[in-house]
């Protein structure tokens, strides 16, 4: 009779426990999975959002199905080489 709730855990105590043990369990898991995620992600992979194209990529495709003119779409593409590869070159006004 000496566990009987003298020494032993009440329904508390059990409770704190399960619960620690699923945290723990389920904290585990989200660690594993950040560094397999981590790991596996190639140093040159851009990071945008899964599924979505590069901005000259989406530009090419327009202009091939017709919604913009070559004008347009040299304009375009000028614009976003330049905010790709650096500051704008052109002389500015004082």
Sequence with gaps: MYYWNHRGMNGWGWFVASISAILFWVLLILLIVFLVRTMNRSPGRPHNAPGRLPPERVLAE?????????????????????????????????
């Design 62 to 94: 327009r202009f091939a199905r017709g919604e913009i003119d070559e004008d347009e779409y040299r304009r375009r593409l000028a614009v976003l080489r330049e905010e790709h590869h650096g500051p704008d070159k052109r002389e500015r006004a004082p």
